[in-house]
């Protein structure tokens, strides 16, 4: 689960960590409020979206306006306010389709010495958290790692003791911190990691950190993905979720038990198994095909989670076809197939469906799906499905 | 003759009276049946609360503890609900027994980061979480896949996924292949056996003559795998990595199954396993053939 910046800013202070003074706008009058309130000669307006790269992006209404923008009046923040809310923003994140702006951050500007990066993420190497600094902060911390993977420095650190004060002081030192920098290091390291820890993230990313002329170590820009898995233990952290950035049909799976995620194109698929979901999609994709999403109904699926599974699917515009591909284990073949018409009956389902099954009762579904006079088109292995799928689009 | 899983193998499980764990605990009680009629493989339960009852002819302790004194088990079965199923996994170790394999999916990761710090030089062994479990087929099986689906055989199977797993293992049957032993090693991040600890058992197993690995995107333990591969395994091994079109950035199911920062995608996977020797499937329809295909080059 992914929140807003100026969420995770608050979050992050509470913690103890410095952030930079900052007012959130809904409207552009807010937006003017809050560059007063703040009383300094500028002031940065940022974008709230759950992605990256704002600063490049532009709004689709709005092609020459910026996702932040540095300000040096309350006019001018009303001004760029005015554009940027109820605006699309599309950045090299966001995909073509960019995200909607609901919510600004209006800031103090910081008198930047240096910008480094500092990252929280879990090491699947190393079995737990890991911190990741460098001095290349500002910039895309892929490119940094790609070209210059040597200013990459990592820590990792103790689950249960958290990031000791050695540690942080030797990745300070190693970031080339100085005086008084190095004790603002230390504390602001250790509290990131810690939160990191309470809060059950999956990445806390702060690009820039910012060393001020003084000194002071300040988070310049925050992220913060929660792992999911473990969100029944933070319920005020899940009232944080905005549903505005989630893709609609994706938020509805989820509160139906079922794993999907929207793809560009024109198949949809339906499959046990998550590793066998993302080798269909695959095979749609070798045989010509483009799928359409990624779904899992998962190991136990009756009859409303694969009526819910198609309309999912179907509430796609883009989706011509479906393939269905279930291996049945302890499920039943037959069982899925019941299911399978109950739902054809209950939705009207008017595309192409070629369904593949094996497993359990293989034979029995078979001549269920045979004696059902529904317009079913059987695939008799994983690849005939999906070279019957492709065709079945007239493509 | 089979890595982890022998005849020696006695299983109980956590969370026995839970509607899964009964229902799996029976599967693979009456599989032990039908291959090794008249033997005590699988031989009770636990619950804690409910120690000193029985559910369908299963005896059920209070502890781990408790089950392994009075039973012999070596083997741990997890079925406990995500919030309490890291403790059950640490539970299982503290009591010291062999094999522990944990079905669960959605165990929070900082959770696994704590169980992976405290099994540091444990004696047991930790299969998944989020997996299917072991099975070596005719002689146990430990886990919720389909028994009938795997055939008795010599090809050694690591594997991320569930479904995709007897996939592999459906159409190994229909060339004559079967397995040594499937091991689902799960879709989780941090996990309790990664693909080269495996490898190795399946390298040094007499049983086994070549080796199938299934991967994902996200993480790269298939191209530490691949480097392993590389150095130490003689025997011929084949591969399919599920995900070449999953877009980067978004969760595929699998906790682990994510490309982030460009890194952990399908194709370099299948890159650096081609590049040491794997016959990689170019289709998941081609896995038995992969696996054929690399047994061939061999000969």
Redesign the interface.
């Known amino acids: 689960m992914k929140i807003h910046e100026y969420q995770a800013k608050q979050l992050l202070a509470k913690a103890g960590a410095k952030v930079p003074r900052g007012v959130v706008a809904k409207t552009s009058d807010e937006a003017a409020a809050a560059f007063t309130e703040l009383a300094g000669p500028l002031a940065v307006v940022k974008s709230q979206i759950h992605a990256g790269g704002r600063g490049k992006g532009r709004f689709k209404q709005f092609p020459d306006q910026p996702g932040v923008v540095l300000v040096k009046s309350a006019e001018a923040a009303k001004d760029h306010a005015s554009r940027m809310l109820g605006s699309t923003l599309v950045t090299i994140q966001t995909g073509a389709e960019g995200k909607p702006v609901n919510v600004l951050l209006i800031e103090e500007g910081l008198k930047i010495a240096k910008e480094m990066y500092l990252g929280v ?2 090491d ?2 190393s ?3 890991i911190l990741i600094a460098s001095t290349e902060g500002g910039m895309e ?2 490119v940094v ?2 070209n210059t993977p040597e200013k990459i420095l990592q820590e990792p650190f ?3 003791a958290g990031l000791l004060p050695f540690q942080a002081r030797n990745v300070a030192y190693r970031l080339g911190l100085e005086g008084t920098a190095i004790r603002s290091a230390e504390k602001l390291f250790r509290q990131v990691c810690q939160f990191f ?1 309470d809060n ?1 993230c ?1 990445m806390v990313e702060i690009n820039p950190l910012v060393v001020t002329a003084e000194g002071e170590l300040v988070i310049g820009d925050a992220k913060v993905t929660f ?4 969100l ?2 933070h319920q005020d952290l899940v009232a944080l979720r905005d549903l505005n950035e989630e893709e609609p049909m994706e938020v509805q799976a989820q509160a139906s038990g079922l ?1 999907y ?1 929207k ?1 560009d194109g024109n198949l949809g698929c339906l ?16 045989h010509g095909g483009a ?1 359409a999403n ?1 779904l ?1 109904v998962g ?1 136990g699926a009756n009859v409303d989670q694969v009526t819910e599974a198609f309309r999912i699917i179907l509430a796609d515009p883009n989706v011509k076809g479906i393939l269905v591909n279930i ?4 499920m039943k073949c037959d069982t899925i197939v019941t299911a399978l018409l109950s739902a054809y009956d209950k939705i009207g389902i008017t595309v192409p469906l070629v369904v593949r099954l ?3 009762n293989v034979d029995v579904a078979r001549k269920m799906l045979a004696d059902s006079g529904k317009k079913i088109i059987v695939g008799t ?3 005939d499905a ?1 070279k019957k799928a492709v065709a079945s689009l007239g493509a | 003759m089979s890595i982890l899983v022998d005849k020696h193998t006695k299983i109980i499980c956590q969370g026995i009276t839970g509607k899964s764990g009964l ?2 605990s029976q ?1 693979c009680r009456a599989y032990a049946k039908e291959h090794r009629p008249g033997e005590d493989v699988f031989v009770g339960g636990c619950t804690p609360g409910k120690g000193g009852t029985e559910i369908d002819g299963f005896p059920v302790f209070n502890t781990v503890e408790q089950a392994i004194q009075q039973t012999g088990a070596n083997c741990s079965l997890i079925f406990v609900p ?2 309490f199923a890291a403790d059950a996994i640490l539970e299982a170790a503290d009591a010291g027994i062999g094999l522990i394999v944990c079905i669960t999916e ?9 169980v ?2 405290a099994m540091q030089g444990s004696k047991s062994r930790l299969i998944g979480p989020n997996c299917p479990g072991i099975i070596t087929p005719g002689v146990a099986k430990i886990g ?3 028994g009938y ?1 795997h055939k008795i055989g010599n090809v050694g199977l690591i ?9 592999a293992a ?1 159409q190994m049957g229909n060339i004559g292949l079967g397995q040594s032993t499937a091991v689902g090693i799960g ?1 989780d ?2 996990i309790g056996t990664m693909y080269i600890e495996l490898l190795q058992m399946f390298e040094a197993d007499p049983k086994t003559e070549a080796i199938l690995m ?1 991967g ?2 996200g ?3 298939e191209i ?1 795998a691949a480097q392993y591969i590389k150095d130490h395994v003689k025997k011929p091994v084949a591969a ?1 990595i ?6 980067p950035g ?8 994510i490309i ?3 890194a952990g995608t ?1 194709a370099e996977k299948k890159a650096a396993l081609e590049a040491v020797g794997v016959v990689v499937a ?5 896995m038995g053939a992969a696996v054929k295909r690399a047994m061939d080059l061999r000969k």
């Open positions: 993420v879990v699947r190497e079995g737990g958290p911390i892929e790692a790609h103790d689950v249960e820890i059950d999956s792992d999911d898995n473990a029944f233990r794993s995620v793809l499959v046990n198994g998550a590793g066998l979901a993302m080798s269909t999609m695959d095979i749609i994709k070798y799928p990624f899992d190991g291996f049945g284990g302890i094996e497993g359990t292995d994983l690849a999906a | 229902f799996h599967q995500p919030p959605g165990i929070p990761v900082l959770d696994m980061a704590r992976h710090r919720i896949m389909p689906i594997s991320k996924s569930g479904t995709l797993t007897y996939e459906w879709g991040p941090i299934i994902e995107i993480g790269n333990a530490q399919f599920a995900g070449a079109t999953a877009p978004k969760r595929m199911g699998h906790a682990g199954a982030s920062g460009g399908a170019d289709t998941p329809a081609d």
